[in-house]
């Protein structure tokens, strides 16, 4: 039988070729397997650890908070016997580092923050005359990091490959995390991440807080251009000072300590020593009250200037960065006659604890693993019942002992800042738009602060700043238009900041600061017009009373009035109601100089 060859298909892997009616062969070429490109999986790369013997040649970097916190905290820091260094708050030119040498569509922050951690790593090597081997050898890079929705969680392995891109592969980055504080691997950190470092960060954090906002109140107001930003670097430097003195101070309470470590025997006195300390001593207090006289009697101001009150939210590092990061936000709107509202670090402090109590609450009745006991299992009932209301006992202590130490704080300095916000009240008012267990970003804060501030009458103008693409402002954006519609009355504005688009931002914000300083003089002349005295009056009256010109006077707020002028010149006119020298000017319109026992103040 002859054979007959035809050819019924072919392809680039195989061609079939019929040998007869039987018999049927293939020309086998690659399989798909074989075929396909063979693929390198990622793995993690090896991480140096800064180990406690390296702790005495090794200097840790940090940076990226306001300048008064990164002084007082490095300060403290010191205290404990850490080598530490500021990486300077960074700028546009440090943006566009961060943009060569990060991947693209990282959010600002990861830009601006490790092209700022290179460029000051290029200076070591090109300046200073460092060794790439010798930066790598006795620096390292302190950041803090997080597990959410967001870019947040990626910008460690962000930093690393910048670092390796620019010729530093092998620089160590330490993450400190919200929970589980530095992550390392391998021996004994160089960081002990104990009750004393927690605490001592938290002192920089509260007293950071307070010193930060009070200059922020002051100087729209001050008489003498500049004044207040020399007075507080003096408080600044002698706060650091009394920082530094804690290293030698011995801790008070170690009898206590010992007995509550019966109680709970998870901390131990070594841990409950420091935080017992805290508690029952005022080591900072006095030094804190004698820079309020200092800043009483060396700052004079102004306050009956009718300006808008600004009060700024949004993502942590774009509302807190004092630099190009959110385009020189403070600065541009005092320099546009508003009164800028920031916001405390502490106040996301408090949010974590206050959603930790929250996750606790969901998971009563659960045991360790997430799952319910046994009805039979009463023992083990028993203990997960007990281990929840130690937990919640341990949580709830926390957050009033935090409460506490920032409201001593506060009154030192002279007790005109605001006390912490109550963080139940944040999620009874962002539930309708917002639900409260959404994490990630600042979760519900943006929007239950707006709702705050402004129905409060706290504010003029809420102002919310967020990098370009933040998820979770993101989501926090699409909840305000409901937030709109039901308070249409609130004069709110939502900017995203890059390395680019400040003159855009700048005209946006123009627009709607305008609708705000409109608001004030309308507010601030009805305020007058009630007061039955002419602003020439009440001027009169401060200049010859020094108490009146003092920053940290209290002025309590009236209801519906939101501007610290307007409230001002009510409380001046109560004041000047109740002085024989000035009551007759009521209605008058006369202007002049009283009587001469009332030259002398009071």
Known sequence: MSHHHAEVGSSSCSTWIIHGPLSVTQERGPTVEEAAPQVKHFKRPVEHPVTRPERDHVTFLWGGLTSRHE?????????????????????????????????????????????????????????????????????????????????????????????RNSGFDGFRVLLFQQEGGLRQTGAEDAVEVNAQFIITLLNGLII??????????????????????????????????????????????????????????????????????????????????????????????????????????????????????????????????????????????????????????????LGAQGTARGRRNLAGRLKDAFDYRKSRLIIALAAQGLAREYDRVRRALGGTTRPQLDQAELRRLAQPFFNYKTSGGEGHLEVSKTIYYATRHWAHMVLSVKPFGCLPSTQSDGAQ????????????????????????????????????????????????????????????????HRNLRRPLQHIPQHKGVCGKGANFIMNVAARMDADPAWRGRKGAGLAGTPCTPCLAGR
Not at 208 to 227: C, H, K, S, V
Not at 332 to 361: F, I, K, Q
Not at 498 to 522: F, H, P, T
Request: net charge negative.
């Open 208 to 365: 950071g807080d307070i010193l930060n906002e009070l200059a922020y109140q002051i100087r729209p107001y001050e008489t003498e251009p500049g004044q207040t930003d020399r007075v507080f670097a003096r408080v600044v430097d002698r706060v650091r000072d009394r920082i530094h003195a804690k290293a030698t101070h011995a801790l008070k309470g170690r009898t206590l300590a010992k007995v509550l470590a019966c109680a709970l025997p998870d901390l131990g006195s070594d841990q409950l020593e420091p935080i017992v300390d805290q508690l029952v001593d005022d080591f900072y207090l006095e030094t804190l009250r004698e820079c309020a006289v200092m800043i009483d009697d060396e700052l004079e101001v102004d306050f009956t200037r009718a300006k808008p009150r600004v009060k700024v939210i949004g993502e942590i590092w774009a509302q807190t960065t004092e630099g190009d990061g959110n385009f020189r936000l403070f600065h541009y709107l005092e320099s546009h006659g508003a009164e800028v509202l920031v916001e405390p670090l502490m106040t996301w402090v408090n949010y974590l604890c206050d959603m930790a109590l929250c996750r606790l609450a969901d998971s009563k009745g």
């Open 71 to 163: 002084a007082l905290i490095t300060a403290g820091m010191e205290a404990l016997g850490y080598k530490v260094q500021l990486v300077p708050t960074p700028t546009k030119a440090d943006f566009q580092t961060g943009k060569e040498y990060c991947n693209n569509g990282m959010c600002n922050p990861a830009y601006f923050t490790a092209g700022a951690l290179i460029n000051f790593l290029k200076r070591l090597r090109d300046v200073e005359g460092l060794s790439t081997a010798e930066i790598i050898r006795h620096y390292a890079f302190v950041t803090a990091g997080s597990a959410g929705p967001c870019r947040f969680g990626m910008y460690e392995a962000e930093y690393r490959l910048a670092l």
């Open 481 to 544: 238009a409901a937030v709109l519609a039901r308070y249409p009355e609130i004069n709110f504005i939502s900017i995203e900041t890059s390395g680019e688009g400040d003159v855009n931002a700048y005209s946006r914000i123009q627009m709607a600061l305008g609708e705000a300083k409109a608001a004030c003089k309308a507010e601030f002349a009805a305020s007058l017009a009630k007061t039955g005295y002419t602003l020439e009056d009440i001027r009169a009256y401060c200049a010859a």
